[in-house]
C-alpha cells in the first residue's frame, strides 16, 4: 500500500528538521565566512549541496499517493526527476527507468561494498593518515583556520618511527610525497576492491557518499543515518590529528601516546560497528534495486 499523503509528508518534514541540523549552521557559517574544520568538511569533500541532504525520498520498493495539489509543489520537484514513475495516483521510484550507465555505476558501488564488508577489519593503523598528510609541513590543508598542537619535528619523527597501514585510496592520495613510502601498501583507485576494510575511518565515513550516489533508490532514512556517521567519524579523525582543536571545544586524542592509541582504536571499533549494518543495507537496498531492473 502506498503511503497516504498526510504519513509521507510528516516523514518529509521529520526528515528535513533533522537534515537541518547540520545544514542550518553550515548555511550560515558559509553566508558569514567562518568555516569549521570538522562540521564542514562532509559538505565540502563530498559534492552534494544542503538540499541534496534535505530533500526526502521514500526508496525503492516504497510508493506514495500523490495528489494534483502535491505535484504542483514546486518543494516536490525533484520527484519529477527521470527515476520516478506516476500511474493512477501513486508515485514511486521505477528501477525499469535507470540508465545502463547508472546501472553499472550500482554495481561497482555495490561490489565495492560487498568486497570491503569480507575482509577482516584493521584496527592498528591508529589514525596517522593525517600525520602523513602534513609531513614535512609543506602542505598543510587546514594551515589558516588551525595551528598544530606539536611541532613540525614531533609530528615527522612519529610518522617516520611507526609503521604505517593506511587502505583507503582517497587518504593515502594525500600524503606528502615524502611520507607516500612509508606506508605499508600503496592503494590506488583501481585496487578499491583489494584494499579497502570494514575497520578503517575513512571507508565507513564513505558510506554516506555511497548512499547519496545510490539515491533515489536507497531512500533518505538511510542517506541521513550514513551522513550523522559520517559526522562522528570526521570529529574522531580530527581529535586524533596533529592539529589543535581546543578553540573548537575539541579535546586530542593524542596518538604520539600509547594512551592515545588505545583510547582511538576504542572509538574506531565503535564506529565500525555502527557502519556494520548500514553497508549491510545499503548492499541490500542496491541490490534489490539492481535485481528490478
Not at 548500514?278 to 528490478?292: D, F, H, V
Amino acid at each position: 500500500m502506498p503511503l497516504a499523503d498526510a504519513e509521507w509528508r510528516a516523514l518529509a518534514s521529520a526528515h528535513l528538521d533533522r537534515a537541518k541540523v547540520h545544514t542550518g549552521p553550515a548555511r550560515e557559517r558559509r553566508d558569514r565566512g567562518l568555516p569549521h574544520p570538522i562540521a564542514d568538511f562532509l559538505f565540502e569533500y563530498y559534492p552534494y549541496p544542503f538540499a541534496f541532504l534535505e530533500q526526502w525520498h521514500p526508496g525503492h520498493g516504497a510508493a506514495i499517493d500523490w495528489t494534483a495539489e502535491a505535484a504542483q509543489d514546486p518543494s516536490w520537484r525533484h520527484f519529477s526527476g527521470r527515476c520516478y514513475r506516476e500511474d493512477k495516483g501513486v508515485l514511486f521510484a521505477d528501477p525499469a527507468l535507470m540508465p545502463e550507465k547508472e546501472k553499472q555505476r550500482l554495481e561497482w558501488i555495490c561490489s565495492l561494498l560487498e568486497a570491503t564488508r569480507d575482509r577482516a577489519p584493521n584496527f592498528a593503523c591508529h589514525g596517522l593518515h593525517e600525520w602523513a598528510m602534513v609531513y614535512g609541513g609543506r602542505s598543510v590543508r587546514h594551515e589558516k583556520i588551525l595551528p598544530f598542537r606539536l611541532p613540525q619535528q614531533e609530528i615527522d619523527a612519529l610518522v617516520s618511527s611507526r609503521p604505517i597501514c593506511c587502505s583507503h585510496h582517497d587518504a593515502f592520495r594525500f600524503f606528502a610525497n615524502e611520507a607516500r613510502g612509508f606506508n605499508r601498501i600503496q592503494p590506488s583507485l583501481a585496487t578499491r576492491h583489494d584494499h579497502e576494510q570494514p575497520g578503517c575511518l575513512h571507508a565507513n565515513m564513505d558510506l554516506y557518499k555511497w548512499a547519496a550516489k545510490a539515491m533515489p533508490w536507497c531512500g533518505s532514512a538511510l542517506l541521513i543515518e550514513c551522513f550523522e556517521l559520517a559526522v562522528r567519524i570526521r570529529d574522531l579523525d580530527m581529535r586524533a590529528s596533529p592539529y589543535d582543536l581546543t578553540a573548537w571545544g575539541r579535546d586530542a586524542v593524542c596518538l604520539e601516546t600509547p594512551e592515545g592509541r588505545k583510547a582511538y582504536e576504542t572509538e574506531q571499533r565503535a564506529l565500525a560497528a555502527e557502519a556494520r549494518p548500514l553497508r549491510e543495507q545499503l548492499i541490500g537496498c542496491i541490490r534489490q534495486t539492481l535485481s528490478a531492473c
